[in-house]
């Protein structure tokens, strides 16, 4: 690449079109999702019964632990008082059934929810697009082609966000969101490795990170009511947030092409 090329790149870095705003994203996943209501909903409640598979066990043997604690020293128990507990064998029972069974429900989550993640959110892109196969499309992408290459690349992106969330909350916020089109990156660049899906998500969006946040943001009046419904409008309001996301993906993959692709 000559230097005339490299500078016509960074210039181009200095010329981003606006963004589209949070109404058009959510006009696109409205859109896409009309007629396909309940097909979504029926994935995410399947993708949301695995999920509760894969981690509610190992929440409520944490419940119960919690619970006794309470009823042996208070319920303003101190690292002393746990320790008194240290040879009580309701105690040791309930540790040795968290560690037990948040192993294999570690594993569990790794080998299932951590593709399954990446086909929902393909599948809920490619919805934007006219294919409505949500179910077919969410179970095809996670687990028929380059599995272990997803598998890696979600838990890798998982360590890395909580490496940095290691330094303070807010370094892990912010990498969570540079990290968080790593998904469709894997589904759209099969040739790419686990690591240059997770280092193409951080160039996608550099100088988009607060986009996102603030379209993630523009949801929180639905999120309020989805609690007063029990969690049940949940499953209207997941795809349309995953779809919205889908949507801004296709934004800044843009906005990246339009620049070169600068790394």
């Known amino acids: 690449m000559t230097n005339f090329e490299k500078m016509f790149k960074f210039v181009n870095t200095l010329e981003k079109k606006p963004m589209k705003s949070n109404q058009e994203f959510k006009n696109q996943a409205l859109a896409a999702l009309k007629g396909n209501w309940g097909k979504a909903v029926l994935v995410t409640l399947l993708f949301s019964l695995v999920a509760s598979l894969a981690t509610g066990p190992a929440t409520y043997q944490s419940f119960r632990l919690q619970s006794y ?85 979600m838990l890798w ?6 490496l940095w969330s290691l330094l303070f909350v807010i370094p892990g916020i912010i990498k969570t969101f540079s990290y968080a089109m790593t998904p469709y990156i894997l589904h759209d660049n099969p040739e790419l490795t686990p690591t240059e899906a997770i280092h193409r998500s951080r160039m996608m969006m ?22 007063f419904t029990a969690g049940i409008g949940f499953l209207w309001l997941v795809p349309y947030m995953e779809t919205s996301a889908a949507a801004f993906y296709e934004e800044v993959k843009a906005d990246y092409a339009v620049n070169g692709g600068l790394d």
């Open 69 to 153: 604690l309470q009823e042996q020293t208070g319920p303003y128990y101190s690292m002393t008082s746990v320790m008194s507990l240290a040879s009580d064998p309701t105690y040791l029972g309930l540790m040795k059934s968290i560690y037990s069974t948040s192993g294999i429900l570690s594993i569990l989550q790794i080998l299932l929810l951590l593709p399954l993640s990446v086909g929902f959110a393909n599948a809920m892109k490619l919805l934007l697009s006219g294919n409505a196969e949500l179910l077919d499309n969410t179970i095809d992408i996670a687990f028929k082609k380059n599995y272990w290459r997803k598998v890696l690349a």
């Open 157 to 162: 992106m998982q360590i890395l966000v909580f």
């Open 206 to 227: 550099r100088g988009h990170k607060f986009d996102y946040f603030w379209l993630l943001l523009s949801f929180i009046g639905w999120v309020v009511l989805c609690i």
